[in-house]
């Protein structure tokens, strides 16, 4: 008669298949972990390409993550352990069920307290606050249109925007070439515009030294402001960049200020 107490290789197998299953399953740990940590590094990623939305943080996701593959690599270790013990348990002839499995209840808990911080951290985490909206809605269209074109909004009205502006040209100064009425002109043609008007001012004296250090530079001054409404209302105030001009026409650094006031001039503007 065949001794029952001696192993097979039905034994060894099921063994074996049960230390691949513990394989698969620290496998799908590390990639469950992979997807978790990488999501929050894509929403950051994401938030870079969009400017108009704040940076989102990845909160805990990449912490979840990590605990997930390392809980990953600790199954797959420890059923390596195991599955060696279970060999020598079977050419020893010992019962291999006398106890439950250490490693599946230790793998379960584990599991199981992550699981449980994961829903109270997705529970804890407020949405964004409908109030915000505005905001972001203000900032998406403080965008610039083109690279080296800045953007600001006014709180006042085109008009009184305008009229703020001569004023400020006037106590520095600074003369008032022409006011272009864009929408004036489109009114005059019987189109429609928003009110939007252009103001071309300068000074010689901070001029002439830029157009000859970079004659090139005449294309764009003098300098220019465009104060507009959008189709909502809004008002804006746009104008070049000062960084712009100075690297589209390779302009010296130190005579960086005498456009740099553009700047200034516009802020006080729009206050």
Known sequence: MPDDSKPTPRDFLAVERTF??????????????????????????????????SPPSSGLSLWFGTALILLGVLVCLLSLVRYRKLLQQLQQSEALLSRPSMLAMMAALLLAILGVAMAIYLISVKPIAGNNSSEAQEISMALSPEPGILRIPSKLSVDATVARLQAILQIKGVKLFTIVDHSGEAASAGLKMPNTKL?????????????????????????????????TGKVWITYNA??????????????????????????KAAE
């Open 20 to 53: 691949l299953a513990w394989i698969r399953t620290g496998l799908a740990l590390m990639g469950l972990g992979f997807v978790l940590a990488r999501f929050g590094i894509f929403l950051r990623e994401f938030s870079l390409n969009q400017p108009s939305l």
């Open 199 to 231: 103001l071309i001012f300068g000074n010689p004296k901070a001029g002439t030294p830029l157009m000859l250090a970079s004659p090139s530079l005449a294309l764009d001054l003098p300098l220019k402001i465009l104060v507009a409404e959008d189709a």
């Open 242 to 267: 000062p960084a712009y001009l100075q690297g589209r026409h390779n302009l010296p650094v130190e005579l960086l200020p005498n456009i740099a006031v553009i700047e200034s001039l516009a802020a």
